[in-house]
């Protein structure tokens, strides 16, 4: 068991990145060297107590890096695998192999607000997973780009999103129920239509979401067969 973990670890270690799901290390291939590059120099600052810090910028660099991973259910299980390890081990190198592990995976996706909220809730149950403070204020920091990005009522003014995450969050955010989606292309720009009601006031509305730059990465691994993504609540 021990020999299996400290395997496994030697993986993560030498990959840096490269996961389990062949789509994410696919995805990675499309990273720009400086956006890789300052990506990393900007998850150190925040990683260091940075407050001075542009998150519009943090994001953008994401989106053209190898890291960008919009839909990471592959880190997702990778990460909760560590932490498990962490917290049952009795084997201190293991422990210490499964924190780096966890440190590396957690670091490349800083700017995946559905990473930053797993990496949030586990580190409210151990300190070792990380600081609620940080977590709490990434959060904040990259939702606020979501939100100040539109006002979703045209196309021209729709919210952009980078991952199904933060649409989900946005919904929930607007608090509104859903009762349909439609989601389409119109020219270079794909986009989701949410027909919502406002949970207070009832009132019936449309709510236009940006996913180009989300679909356009999920057609690069889906090159055989393209489709649009619907981001259905």
Same mark, same amino acid.
């Not at 490349?108 to 149950?125: D, T």
């Not at 990434?138 to 991952?163: K, M, P």
């Not at 709510?207 to 090159?223: R, W, Y």
């Given at each position: ?8 670890? +030697?993986? =993560? *270690?030498?990959?840096?990145?490269? /996961?389990?799901?062949? %789509? ?6 499309? $990273? ?87 990496? +949030?809730? =586990? *580190?409210?149950?151990?300190?070792? /997973?990380?600081?609620? %403070? ?6 904040? $920091? ?92």
């Amino acid at each position: 068991m021990r020999l299996r973990y400290i395997v496994f670890i +030697l993986v =993560l *270690s030498f990959g840096l990145g490269i /996961f389990s799901c062949n %789509k994410a290390a696919r995805a990675q291939e499309h $990273g720009s060297p400086q956006s890789n590059a300052r990506y990393n120099a900007m998850s150190s600052q925040l990683l260091s107590g940075e407050t001075d810090f542009s998150y519009d910028a943090y994001r953008k660099y994401y989106l053209n890096s190898r890291y960008y991973n919009p839909v990471p259910e592959d880190v997702k299980a990778e990460i909760l695998n560590l932490a498990y390890i962490i917290q049952t081990s009795e084997v201190e190198e293991d422990v210490a192999a499964a924190r780096y592990g966890y440190e590396t995976l957690v670091k490349e996706q800083l700017a995946n607000v559905e990473i930053v909220s797993l990496a +949030l809730s =586990l *580190s409210k149950k151990d300190k070792r /997973f990380g600081s609620v %403070k940080l977590f709490e204020r990434l959060r904040a $920091g990259l939702f606020e780009q979501v939100i100040n990005s539109g006002n979703g009522t045209t196309l021209d003014d729709a919210y952009d999103v980078i991952s199904p995450a933060e649409a989900r969050m946005l919904l929930s955010y607007l608090d509104v129920s859903v009762l349909q989606t439609m989601s389409g292309r119109e020219g270079y720009y794909y986009y989701s239509m949410y027909d919502v009601e406002d949970r207070k006031t009832g009132q019936p509305r449309t709510i236009f979401v940006n996913s180009t730059f989300l679909q356009n990465h999920l057609d690069k691994l889906e090159e055989d067969k393209p489709a649009v993504l619907d981001l259905r609540y």
